[in-house]
């Protein structure tokens, strides 16, 4: 079965930092790009960023240049998305997918990250 | 990067057709043909429906179609039912930027 799991969201504090992981199973996950979109609440779905399948090549959305880094450990099928200076507009749902053939697909369920004091 | 413009709702009867629009610039819509669209049903991960404008993933009813008119994409559903109430957001490759975006999403409420 083709899965994404998502983890590593919660409450954290404005200024804070946190790492999200998505697992990947049942496709090849060396072979995918693979994107991070973000969905704050009651809101519509924003891509934040994607990564090439080596690793080495990374796009952002402009809006948060310098505060996330997307990476990939291949050997244990994961993606990951390390944020910096959080802010209360970062709260949301982040979802991570694979960004194969130019389509998004799979998804995760997602997982929360809640910026407050 | 500015959002791709969408219809905020619409809505239908079960058995009618509706079309949600998508507009952009020649820099996205316009220039490539990397348009997908994705179903939301509230609490749920998004799910693919049309990829490249027009193509529609195994496992999606024939009842969803695509397709692109200039800056314009548009997405189909005929034969409404009510499980097709959901949100949907299309989204497509800007070259310019090496970004992708998002459309505002649509809320389709079938009466």
């Known amino acids: 079965e083709v899965q994404l799991v998502e983890s590593g969201g919660g409450l954290v504090q404005p200024g804070g930092s946190l790492r999200l992981s998505c697992e990947a199973s049942?496709?090849?996950?060396?072979?995918?790009?693979m994107t991070w979109v973000r969905q704050a609440p009651g809101k519509g779905l924003e891509w934040v960023a994607n990564i090439r399948q080596d690793g080495n090549e990374k796009y952002y959305v402009d809006s948060l240049k310098g505060r996330f880094t997307i990476s990939r450990d291949n050997a244990k099928n994961s993606l990951y998305l390390q944020m910096n200076s959080l802010r209360a507009e970062d709260t949301a749902v982040y979802y991570c997918?694979?960004?194969?053939?130019?389509?998004?697909?799979?998804w995760g369920q997602g997982t929360l990250v809640t910026v407050s004091s | 990067q500015s959002a791709l413009t969408q219809p905020a709702s619409v809505s239908g009867s079960p058995g009618q057709s509706i079309t949600i629009s998508c507009t952009g610039t020649?820099?996205?819509?316009?220039?490539?043909?990397?348009v997908s669209w994705y179903q939301q049903h509230p609490g749920k991960a998004p799910k693919l429906m049309i990829y490249?404008?027009?193509n529609r993933p195994s496992g999606v009813s024939n009842r969803f179609s695509g397709s692109k008119s200039g800056n314009t994409a548009s997405l189909t559903i005929s034969g409404l039912q009510a499980e097709d109430e959901a949100d949907y957001y299309c989204?497509?490759?800007?070259?310019?930027?090496?970004?992708?975006?998002f459309g505002g999403g649509t809320k389709l409420t079938v009466l």
């Open positions: 989204c497509a490759y800007r070259g310019t930027t090496l970004s992708w975006l």
């Open positions: 490249d404008v027009s």
């Open positions: 997918a694979g960004n194969h053939n130019w389509r998004f697909d799979p």
């Open positions: 049942g496709f090849t996950f060396s072979s995918y790009w």
């Open positions: 020649s820099s996205d819509i316009g220039g490539y043909y990397y």
